[in-house]
């Protein structure tokens, strides 16, 4: 920041951080095609790197957040807890005469 700040490089300093769950991270896959991926964002780099670059313009709605749409793995997600209710349910029922 302080090298982008002097001058001394025209390339700003990444300061996003990503984590990735329940997966190995990094691998050959984007981490577009991850399960789950979150990506923080330090208001106070951003705004240091906006302070230097000029490009100062901060307000709370300039933060967004996004949350991923259902897709098919969340609905598999959901069959999946609809089964383990329903084998636990079995598992509960006293067993047939015989």
Same mark, same amino acid.
């Given at each position: 920041?302080?090298?982008?700040?002097?001058?001394?490089?025209?390339?700003?300093?990444?300061?996003?951080?990503?984590?990735?769950?329940?997966?190995?991270? @990094? *691998?050959? &896959?984007? +981490?577009?095609?991850?399960?789950?991926?979150?990506?923080?964002?330090?208001?106070?780099?951003?705004?240091? !790197?906006?302070?230097?670059?000029?490009?100062?313009?901060?307000?709370?709605?300039?933060?967004?957040?996004?949350?991923?749409? @259902? *897709?098919? &793995?969340? +609905?598999?997600?959901?069959?999946?807890?609809?089964?383990?209710?329903?084998?636990?349910?079995?598992?509960? !029922?006293?067993?047939?005469?015989?």
């Amino acid at each position: 920041l302080i090298l982008f700040q002097k001058g001394q490089t025209t390339t700003p300093p990444p300061f996003e951080i990503f984590f990735c769950f329940g997966e190995e991270w @990094p *691998d050959q &896959k984007p +981490k577009e095609k991850k399960l789950i991926t979150v990506q923080v964002v330090p208001v106070a780099a951003r705004l240091l !790197l906006e302070m230097f670059s000029g490009e100062l313009s901060w307000s709370a709605d300039s933060i967004p957040l996004q949350i991923s749409h @259902p *897709d098919l &793995k969340d +609905k598999m997600v959901e069959q999946f807890k609809e089964l383990h209710q329903l084998w636990q349910n079995q598992q509960q !029922l006293p067993p047939p005469p015989a």
